[in-house]
């Protein structure tokens, strides 16, 4: 049988697969663009053009042959991630034609999709397709239900920089912190982390030892740590956490970045974690499949207020889309890295 031609739908389309497990930096040479026939939607599927899409740092690590807890990407294959875009045909009906969607099949311009797995946007507030793929949605469950930030309290961001730290300071302040301290990789950034981004101080890598310049920008200690780093930030946080401090680990940018993308375990002293009473608290978002919704009207209404921003880089065509995954891993952008299609 001959495929359904929708107007408007190409024949072709193009995708970005992995040429190659990622080894060092990456290079174009990890990547290829294939033109292939834009898929044809089966019973239970909808067809959906995607708009715009989002790159992160787990990425470098699922290009790797490591054992991971998720699904590594495939040499030869279309990599994914989350995506926006419009349905373009809905056979099953339970989806609208230019029904604007989320779902995890990036790295593509047109997708075939389980309606299991696509969301709809219709209802959510939000001025841009790119704002639905703010990554503020992990800092809010993970500083509000794993840290349970309380009024005055002193928090530490690791990786403030980045999609979910970009955020995350904002947040811890609309939250009720009382001091909000975030860690980067250069001044530049830092100053714009203060500037523009909630942040009270800063720490830099490289500017000499994490543990040393976080008893300085807190000298009474931390209450809260928003880890998305791991490494040495993580055991600088547990040398200067109060009593009763609460840690959120949701990343570990220190061997994601890394030129293996290995994974780095990290040493900890379990008497300081007794003696100070400090609860660790590993925040997935996959595990609470009702924040999206939270966090969308939380961030819909600070976005109208002006009370919050949306800090990101937005690189046009799928061809840029291997150029902005390299980007983050080097640290270039302030952020979330999305790419429009």
Known sequence: M???????????????RLAARAEGELTAHHFMIAEVPVPEPEPG???????????????????????????SFVPGQALWGSAVGEVVAAPG???????????????????????????????????????????????????RLAAEVRPGDTVFISGAAGGVGSMAGQLARRLGAGRVIGSTGSERKAARLRAELGYDD??????????????????????????TVGGEQLTAALAVARADARFALVGALSSQLGGSGAIAPVELDPGL?????????????????????????????????GSLVFPHALLKGIQQAPRALSELTQGRHIGAVLVEL
Not at 2 to 15: D, K
Not at 48 to 57: G, L, S, Y
């Open 2 to 16: 001959s495929p359904t031609v929708v107007p408007g739908i190409p024949a072709l389309h193009r995708e970005v």
């Open 45 to 71: 599927q909808v067809l959906v053009r995607n708009r715009v899409m989002a790159v992160t740092a787990a990425m470098r690590t699922q290009m790797t042959g490591i054992r991971l807890p998720m699904a």
């Open 202 to 227: 800063t720490v830099v890598r490289g500017a000499g030892p994490i543990e040393r310049q976080l008893r300085r920008a807190a000298p009474d200690g931390i209450d809260v740590l928003l880890d």
């Open 93 to 143: 009906g339970g989806f609208t034609p230019g029904e604007l969607v989320h779902h995890p099949y990036g790295w593509r311009e047109f997708a075939a999709v389980e309606e299991s797995r696509v969301r709809s946007l219709a209802e959510d507030p939000l001025p841009t397709p790119a704002a639905h793929l703010s990554q503020g949605a992990t800092a809010w469950g993970a500083l």
């Open 273 to 305: 974690i007794i003696m100070r009473r400090v609860a660790l608290r590993g925040f997935g978002l996959h595990a609470h499949p009702d924040l999206p919704q939270e966090w969308t009207k939380e961030f819909g209404q600070g976005l109208r207020e």
